[in-house]
Nanobody
Framework: VQLQASGGGLVQPGGSLRLSCAVS????????MGWFRQAPGKEREFVAT????????RYADSVKGRFTISRDNVKNTVYLQMNVLKPEDTAVYYC???????????WGQGTQVTVSS
């Protein structure tokens, strides 16, 4: 399966962006999907996930209430709507996929999000 992330860019604090992750090679509904991010000099961290069967979601505390993960199984695409962005949200954002409850198996190439005035 291949993952292609897009939608990053430069935005002012308080602004919004929507990231997309297009999945090809397999049906999206087969996978749990997640978003992660890595800021300069820091380890990659979990942001949000959506579960394949229930469609349920889970978020990191740092983004809860501001970010929303969603999936469109017809378009084979996962989204991350990011609102009220803060400078500390600046990072490269990665989408990832897995079929089980273990570690993520597949990763996209990342898209840069920069929050700055």
């Amino acid at each position: 399966v291949q993952l292609q992330a897009s939608g990053g860019g430069l935005v002012q604090p308080g602004g919004s962006l929507r990231l997309s992750c297009a999945v090809s090679g397999q049906t999206l509904s087969t996978y749990h999907m997640g978003w992660f991010r890595q800021a300069p000099g820091k380890e990659r961290e979990f942001v949000a996930t959506t579960y394949r069967s229930s469609g349920g979601t889970r978020y990191a505390d740092s983004v809860k209430g501001r970010f929303t993960i969603s999936r469109d199984n017809v378009k084979n695409t996962v989204y991350l709507q990011m609102n009220v962005l803060k400078p500390e949200d600046t990072a490269v954002y990665y989408c990832a996929a897995k079929r089980t409850t273990g570690g993520y198996e597949y990763w996209g190439q990342g898209t840069q999000v920069t929050v700055s005035s």
